[in-house]
Structure formats: C-alpha cells, structure tokens
C-alpha cells in the first residue's frame, strides 16, 4: 500500500512538474543565435531575430539591448489590433509624456526589407518618421497581421513566446528590462 501511494504521488508530482515547464519556443527557418527577452510589468516576452536579413538592424537593437537602453522605458503607443510600441528613451519621465514617440535616435541608415519576413501577428519591426533608413530604437509588435506595412518597415524578428503578454500591454506599461540569451 505504502509503495503503491508513493507511485501516485511521484507520479502527479512529476505531472506537476511538467506542467509548469516552460516548453522551449519553435524558431523559424533562418532565426538567428540571438532572443531578445522584453520583460515588462505585465510579464515577459521573447522575439526571434532575423540576422541574416536585416543585419545592421539585429546588430543595432542588440547594440542598444547590450547598453541597457530599453530598460526602465514605458510603451509609448497602443493601437488595439494594430500594433505595440516602445523604444523612446523620453518614456522615462512621466513630464516628458507629450514628447513621446517623437525623438529620434541613432539611426540603423539602412532599409534591410525582406520579402521572406512580413507583418504576420506578432512580427516586431523598427518604426520611423517616413525614412526607413532613418529608423532608430524605438520598435513595434504587431498585434495582427498588416500585410500594408510589409516592404515599408523592417521587419526584424518575430515574437516567439507571451504574445499574450504583448496583447495585454497598455500605453504607459513599464518596460522592466531587455536582455538577450542564446537560442537553444
């Protein structure tokens, strides 16, 4: 008897345990080495990078992640259905709200679009003010496919994890912190 509970407890122990396992993300075909780790305080997303189509724009954002600079920002922009934003260092003081979203950065200076990464759900791109080439930090997720900004904005890399998360995020959201790890 005494055997035949510790089978069941090992054995709904071990169910429970897999259960709260985090199951590793599926990348795409040509996904690079590198996800980038957005954690905000609504929870934590990841994104598959695209190095072998926007060089210069990968090596850019993980340039800015590498700094520190997207930790401590705020999203900026919500449009339900469309798209979530972040990425202006001004979102760190709450008395420079009426700026967000309109300082620039230092720009990638290169338009790396890619007919093989579009704007499905969940595809995270650089914005910018009409110049592709003049895109800075400040980067989008789309929250539905839009095929219309496909060869118009950069699309370099693709959420691969707590696209709910993204869902949930309102303007003025904390970004806690963005770190890169290797892909497994």
């Not at 590793?24 to 980038?36: D, N, R």
């Not at 110049?131 to 219309?148: G, N």
Request: hydrophobic share 40%.
């Amino acid at each position: 008897m005494k055997r035949g509970c510790f089978i069941l407890v090992a054995a709904m122990l071990g169910a429970g345990a897999a259960g709260f396992a985090q199951t590793p993300a599926t990348l795409s075909p040509g996904a690079g080495p590198s996800i980038v780790v957005v954690e905000t305080e609504k929870g934590t997303f990841e994104f598959e990078t695209y190095p072998n189509e926007a060089p210069k724009t990968v090596a850019h954002i993980l340039g800015q992640i590498n700094k520190r600079f997207y930790n401590g920002q705020r999203v900026h922009r919500v449009v339900p259905g469309f798209v979530m934003q972040f990425g202006d260092q001004q979102t760190r003081d709450m008395t420079k709200e009426k700026m967000w979203g309109r300082i620039e950065g230092p720009a990638v200076g290169v338009a790396e679009f890619s007919k093989l990464r579009t704007h499905l759900r969940g595809a995270v791109a650089l914005a910018h003010n009409g110049d592709a080439s003049k895109a800075d930090t400040q980067m989008y997720v789309t929250l539905a496919d839009t095929p219309r900004l496909n060869m118009k904005y950069v699309v370099f890399g693709k959420v691969i994890s707590g696209m709910e998360v993204v869902d949930k995020l309102k303007y003025a959201d904390r970004i806690v912190r963005v770190t890169v790890r290797e892909a497994r």
